[in-house]
């Protein structure tokens, strides 16, 4: 069922990423099942209240990428993303190793191209719609500084240099990907396109990241990134954060809320229509193992903002 479209001022009052009490909870107790934490739009919301202007520039950068997907004019052509790595760490176990890092590159390259092996589990009901992104990801850079902080938050101090970070290298033309401990149950956040070139970027927590060392179950699959990279490239939440809400998509069925863990298929929203969730989209909230796909509605939303004219066209230029 097509959802309504949320303008883009309104839907940023309605979004809300943080994790609940028990994703907090979680990270104290080792017994409990982790629910997934994605601060993205904490952190957009107090961006906005910093900075009344970005409302409006969020709200050109909607009007631009509906046009663009009712008009065709996404970009022509495969978009290959250099990627900047960060590393934040007091210890030796923060210090995640280059095969770690690497591990992460090549699960952003499986998810955005449709080369996971768990792509071909997308249910029969949904297989018109699953997608092949089309976006490749290198790894150009590993930046490492030692610090004396046990947590980084979720204000983006890990990205400036005068409160202890590492400064963004040419953000306008390369993802910026910083690795740290957040703390508060936080697995990774991302910057929506339109906010500061000087914040832009990924932040994910150290214990998410990549398939191998630090990396923990369960999301221990790379699925932080791909979700948050996600959000980098104008995506939200599958649900709209909102009851029943619009991700401003037309393919994805409308869920009540967040799914965790491993949802049993299908499983039926009791919104409007009674849809079947799309629970094993990204851009939910269930476990690594569950989820493997983007919709091509989603795809037509990222591509758009690649667009001649759109936010993050610099990063389409040879």
Same mark, same amino acid.
């Given at each position: 069922?097509?959802?309504?479209?949320?303008?883009?001022?309104?839907?940023?009052?309605?979004?809300?990423?943080?994790?609940?009490?028990?994703?907090? +909870?979680?990270?104290?107790?080792?017994?409990?099942? @982790?629910? @997934?934490?994605?601060?993205?739009?904490?952190?957009? $919301?107090?961006?906005?209240?910093?900075?009344?202007?970005?409302?409006?520039?969020?709200?050109?950068? $909607?009007?631009?990428?509906?046009?663009?997907?009712?008009?065709? @004019?996404?970009?022509?052509?495969?978009?290959?993303?250099?990627?900047?790595?960060?590393?934040?760490?007091?210890? *030796?176990? $923060?210090?995640?190793?280059?095969?770690?890092?690497?591990?992460?590159?090549?699960?952003?390259?499986?998810?955005?191209?449709?080369?996971?092996?768990?792509?071909?589990?997308?249910?029969?009901?949904?297989?018109? &719609?699953?997608?092949?992104?089309?976006?490749?990801?290198?790894?150009?850079?590993?930046?490492?500084?030692?610090?004396?902080?046990?947590?980084?938050?979720?204000?983006?101090?890990?990205?400036?240099?005068?409160?202890?970070?590492?400064?963004?290298?040419?953000?306008?033309?390369?993802?910026?990907?910083?690795?740290?401990?957040?703390?508060?149950?936080?697995?990774?956040?991302?910057?929506?396109?339109?906010?500061?070139?000087?914040?832009?970027?990924?932040?994910?927590?150290?214990?998410?990241?990549?398939?191998?060392?630090?990396?923990?179950?369960?999301?221990?699959?790379?699925?932080?990134?791909?979700?948050? &990279?996600?959000? %980098?490239?104008?995506?939200?939440?599958? %649900?709209?954060?909102?009851?029943?809400?619009?991700?401003?998509? +037309?393919?994805?069925?409308?869920?009540?809320? *967040?799914?965790?863990?491993?949802?049993?298929?299908?499983?039926?929203?009791?919104?409007?229509?009674?849809?079947?969730?799309?629970?094993?989209?990204?851009?939910?909230?269930?476990?690594?193992?569950?989820?493997?796909?983007?919709?091509?509605?989603?795809?037509?939303?990222?591509?758009?903002?690649?667009?001649?004219?759109?936010? @993050?066209?610099?990063?389409?230029?040879?």
């Amino acid at each position: 069922m097509k959802k309504i479209l949320l303008s883009a001022v309104s839907l940023l009052l309605l979004v809300s990423c943080s994790n609940d009490e028990s994703n907090t +909870s979680s990270e104290s107790t080792t017994t409990a099942h @982790r629910h @997934r934490g994605c601060a993205s739009h904490e952190v957009h $919301e107090q961006q906005l209240r910093e900075n009344p202007e970005l409302a409006a520039k969020m709200q050109e950068i $909607e009007n631009f990428t509906q046009n663009a997907i009712t008009n065709g @004019r996404l970009v022509n052509g495969r978009i290959e993303i250099p990627v900047v790595v960060n590393v934040l760490y007091r210890t *030796a176990a $923060e210090n995640i190793s280059l095969t770690q890092i690497q591990s992460q590159i090549d699960v952003l390259n499986k998810d955005f191209n449709a080369l996971n092996s768990d792509f071909n589990q997308v249910p029969t009901t949904f297989s018109g &719609v699953k997608a092949n992104v089309g976006i490749t990801f290198v790894l150009d850079a590993v930046y490492r500084k030692s610090t004396t902080k046990t947590s980084w938050g979720t204000r983006d101090a890990m990205k400036k240099a005068n409160q202890g970070g590492i400064a963004p290298t040419s953000p306008t033309t390369k993802l910026n990907l910083w690795v740290c401990t957040i703390g508060g149950g936080i697995l990774g956040y991302a910057q929506f396109p339109g906010g500061s070139s000087a914040t832009d970027g990924v932040v994910i927590d150290s214990k998410y990241l990549g398939t191998t060392g630090t990396a923990t179950a369960p999301f221990n699959k790379g699925r932080t990134a791909t979700h948050e &990279v996600g959000h %980098w490239m104008n995506l939200r939440h599958i %649900w709209g954060d909102a009851t029943c809400g619009s991700d401003l998509v +037309s393919d994805t069925p409308t869920h009540n809320t *967040a799914n965790y863990g491993m949802p049993a298929f299908p499983h039926y929203s009791t919104c409007a229509g009674t849809p079947i969730e799309m629970t094993m989209n990204y851009m939910d909230y269930t476990d690594d193992a569950g989820m493997y796909m983007f919709s091509n509605g989603q795809k037509s939303r990222m591509l758009a903002i690649f667009a001649s004219g759109g936010s @993050r066209f610099s990063f389409a230029q040879p």
